[in-house]
């Protein structure tokens, strides 16, 4: 997101790990003598209030919601099965999937499905396999089904009729 591109109460966008966040209001504080705007983010999932620096959006990885053309582009990227399974160790390949989910990027956070789901026909997921899964599904869901607007149930049995789960 441009520097440039002030954000309106009520704009939804993506905060990374947290999922879809509604701006909720915009803030000035003054803290420790300084004065700075805020953008105050309510995450829709757990309705939990966050204040951001207005100078800070593009540090956080804020980024507007996904539109109908990159949906159909990552369900593409879900359908690919001519993709490399990472066989480390499952506490490495946990790490991995970590960084991309906390990347926000939706495209990362499809390619750690896709690549689970993959990755759980050749061999039993681990614990934190599974939690990673259900993370970026949860993640990846919220925010299509919101563009789309579908009930995330509709939108997580689209994901899971993709990988016949």
Do not use: C, H
């Amino acid at each position: 997101m441009a520097e440039s591109e002030a954000l309106s109460v009520g704009d939804l966008m993506v905060y990374p790990k947290f999922g879809v966040a509604r701006v909720s209001d915009i803030l000035t504080m003054t803290i420790m003598g300084e004065t700075q705007e805020f953008y105050e983010l309510l995450t829709l999932a757990t309705n939990t209030k966050m204040k951001i620096p207005v100078g800070n959006v593009e540090e956080v990885r804020l980024r507007p919601l996904i539109n109908e053309k990159q949906i159909e582009e990552i369900y593409d990227l879900l359908r690919i099965r001519d993709v490399e399974i990472d066989m480390q160790a499952w506490n490495r390949r946990q790490r991995a999937y970590g960084i991309e989910i906390n990347s926000g990027d939706a495209y990362r956070i499809a390619e750690v499905i896709r690549d689970v789901n993959m990755l759980r026909t050749r061999k039993t997921l681990s614990s934190g396999e599974k939690g990673m899964l259900e993370i970026a599904k949860r993640l990846l869901v919220q925010e299509i089904g919101l563009v789309k607007g579908q009930e995330p149930e509709k939108v997580d049995a689209e994901i899971d009729q993709i990988f016949e789960v």
